[in-house]
């Protein structure tokens, strides 16, 4: 619950931003800041919970990749929305 509770913060860093603002936050040193904070916080509780459950973040992240190309391959669905 912690972990979904930091993500929470960092979305609403970008909450009411429209997309040109959020691809620039980094260029402003307060905003930036803060949203760096979240990230790590971010990146800690789920650093923690993969340990905790024994889980290689790594192995995972290549196994989802891995999985969402062949559910989506790029070139019959670049442009679309739909699900699968």
Do not use: C, H, N
């Given at each position: ?40 916080d ?23 990749l ?19």
């Amino acid at each position: 619950m912690a972990l979904a509770g930091e993500v929470g913060e960092l979305v609403a860093e970008f909450q009411w931003l429209t997309p040109e603002q959020a691809a620039t936050v980094m260029d402003d040193p307060e905003a930036g800041a803060r949203v760096r904070a979240e990230i790590g916080d971010v990146m800690i509780y789920l650093t923690r919970l993969a340990d905790v459950l024994g889980i290689d973040l790594t192995e995972a992240a290549v196994a989802k990749l891995a999985e969402v190309s062949v559910r989506y391959p790029a070139g019959e669905v670049r442009g679309s929305a739909a699900k699968r």
